[in-house]
């Protein structure tokens, strides 16, 4: 797959430029993305989880029980609310960020986010790994699922629209805009 | 308010819907006072671009007077009348920088479904399809325009609708189109299609510099409104061999650069073009391609092919071979238009050009549904229709 290639070839171009990325060699879904923005700017906007509910979606809320642990509420519009407790797992300041759910929570996740220089001033290079596939849970594909979406796509929209959010101040929409099937009677 | 919806193949119904609304802080609700119907537009009521949805509002030219804007709309006011650039772009990102508008990164909500289609994701368009973003389109009494500052020119008083609205899409098309073909002092431009982004074309290609265009169409009045703008034309199924009939007129090295203005959807009578037509009608191809072909044996070594026609999908029997072997450049895609609209005002301004020339038929938007039948089978008579909204 495209993806694999391109974040295989970023990641080998990243260990030169240092950042340890062997813990997540094995991982499958990785994910990256360019935003016009530098790597301290979306490291500090994404450090502040309660601003993650504003693109990732169907993320209701995230409320910081403490400096390294936060509660996540998901909203399915057809299914129940669920939540679970996540922590801060490492956090380099500009660089990196990884987080997982704690053990006894219900769903299991494991994600880990870094921020490269892109060159000439394009701003950063996100890569973005996601293990949903923890023994135990398989909360994002299973999430997904009650949706009709897959996972993948899930991750890639949401990437889009941190993009889009930090670039331009909002994320494109077309929801709540006039067609003809739901026509009106004109009065 | 009314719109024009599509309802599916080759049906076009005109409905109540509601008003639309602000959704994002950088977007206005514009009172549409003339919308055009683009023979892109063809294409869907064709029902040859995947992924329309039934109820859809179509329509992506379009001008008006702007009634509401969102909070962080700076440049744009409530009152100005603006023409609406067909490709929606926010204005910030890499690509918008570098004024290529129609590969904006960010205003495309379907943009992982396009890159499933092509790799990487355009711009959103206004009513043309939902891979494109499923933006609700302009042949409406009332738009919501995403990214207003970026996406709308402001029209000074005095000037008539007519004679702008066609910045919306067709001149800056057409003027592209020409650009992309790097005309030098004495160059022959041959342009397939002579509707309105056709005609555009050939008026571009004069304002910038060419020598000769050669126009070729099978439709008398569209020939005869290209001769008007200066043309030498071809009748493809008069001639006698196209390609030979070409050669000749350009002493035997074939046009410096080719324009095809048709797409997707060609005519024709050549094998190839009755391959095509069976080939699609039985799904085994997305494109008829026979303009395109065509384009690609005729023009000269080290010629430039410009492609402002639409192409959807995987396109059949394209000689390749003759493309490498006289070392072709190709330049195509959807226009950028906001790069465009403000310099081509300029040349409206100095009556350089009065675009309005293409507009064969002004009509109402109860006349929408006749008018897209007419436009799709009546080519003669139809050359560019244009409806009064309010
Ligand atoms: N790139 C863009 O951003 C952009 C913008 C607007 C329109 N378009 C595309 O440009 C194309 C033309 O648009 P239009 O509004 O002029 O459409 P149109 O349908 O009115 O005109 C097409 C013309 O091509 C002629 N034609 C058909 N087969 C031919 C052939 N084999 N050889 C020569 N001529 C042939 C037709 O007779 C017709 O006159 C369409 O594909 C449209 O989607 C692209
Ligand atoms: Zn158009
Ligand atoms: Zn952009």
């Known amino acids: 797959m495209e993806t694999t290639k391109t974040n295989h070839h970023l990641r080998k171009k990243h260990e030169s430029i240092k950042i340890n990325s062997s813990n997540y060699e094995r991982e499958e879904n990785q994910f990256a993305i360019t935003i016009k923005k530098s790597p301290t700017e979306i490291y500090s906007f994404f450090r ?28 399915l519009s057809l299914g129940p609310t669920v939540s679970w407790d996540a922590e801060i797992i490492h956090d380099i300041p500009g660089e990196s960020i990884g987080w ?56 890639l ?11 331009t101040g909002e994320i494109p929409t077309t929801e709540g805009q006039s067609s003809g099937r739901e026509p009106v009677e004109l009065h | 308010m009314k719109a024009l919806c599509w309802e599916g193949k080759h049906s076009v119904a005109v409905k109540n819907v509601r008003d639309p609304k602000i959704l994002n802080p950088h977007d206005a609700i514009v009172k549409v006072t003339t919308a055009a119907i683009c023979g892109s537009d063809l294409h869907l009521y064709d029902g040859v671009i995947p992924t329309m949805e039934k109820g859809d509002i179509l329509g992506h030219e379009t001008m008006g007077e702007v009634m ?73 009494e009332f738009i919501r325009v995403p990214f207003v500052d970026t996406n709308a020119l402001v029209i000074p008083k005095g ?16 003027y592209m189109a020409a ?23 050939i008026r571009s290609a004069f304002l910038l510099g060419a020598e000769r265009v050669i126009s070729i169409d099978h439709v008398a009045s569209r020939l005869k409104m290209a001769s008007e703008s200066g ?25 410096d650069s080719c324009i095809d203005a048709v797409g997707m959807e060609a005519h024709g ?95 109402g938007i109860e006349d929408g549904p006749d008018a897209y039948k007419a436009f799709h089978e009546n080519k003669e008579d139809y050359i560019k229709i244009i409806l009064k909204m309010h």
């Open chain 1, 48 to 75: 502040d989880f309660t601003n993650l509910p504003r693109f990732m979606k169907d993320l209701k809320e995230v409320n910081i029980l403490s400096p390294l642990r936060s509660k996540w509420t998901v909203n």
């Open chain 1, 100 to 155: 997982k759910s704690l053990d006894d929570s219900e769903v299991k996740t494991k994600g880990k986010i870094r921020f490269l220089s892109a060159p000439a001033g394009k701003g950063s290079i996100v890569l973005l790994s996601m293990d949903y596939s923890v023994p135990g849970g398989k909360p994002v594909e299973w999430l997904t699922k009650l949706k009709g979406e897959d996972p993948h796509t899930l991750v």
């Open chain 1, 157 to 167: 929209t949401n990437l889009k629209r941190l993009k889009a959010l930090l670039e």
């Open chain 2, 68 to 140: 509401e804007v969102g909070p962080l709309v700076k440049r744009v006011k409530v009152g100005d009348r603006i023409v609406i650039a067909f490709d929606i772009a926010c204005g910030s990102c890499h690509h918008c920088e570098s004024d290529e508008f129609s590969a904006c990164d960010n205003t495309n909500p379907n943009a992982v479904l396009a890159e499933k289609l092509y790799g990487q994701s355009g711009a959103g368009l206004f009513g043309y399809s939902h891979v494109y973003g499923g933006y609700a389109g302009g042949q409406a």
């Open chain 2, 159 to 174: 000037i008539p609708d007519e004679k702008v609205l066609f910045l919306s899409d067709i001149f800056p098309t057409g």
């Open chain 2, 179 to 201: 650009e992309n073909c790097q005309i030098k002092r004495g160059d022959t431009v041959a342009i397939w299609g002579a509707g309105p982004v056709g005609q555009m074309a």
């Open chain 2, 231 to 255: 043309a030498e034309t071809i009748h493809f199924e008069e001639a006698d061999g196209i390609l030979d009939e070409i050669k000749y007129r350009t002493g035997g090295c074939g046009p």
């Open chain 2, 269 to 363: 009578h050549t094998i190839t073009a009755s391959l095509d037509r069976v080939k699609m009608a039985v799904g085994l191809a997305t494109d008829r391609p026979d303009a395109l072909r065509q384009a690609m044996q005729a023009c000269k070594k080290g010629g430039t092919l410009s492609i402002p026609g639409v192409y959807g999908g995987f396109l059949d029997k394209v000689p390749f071979g003759a493309a490498f072997g006289k070392g072709l450049t190709f330049k195509m895609g959807q226009t950028h238009t906001q790069k465009y609209m403000k310099p081509l005002l300029n040349r409206i301004m100095k009556e350089e050009i009065d675009p309005s020339f293409v507009i064969t038929h002004r009509l």
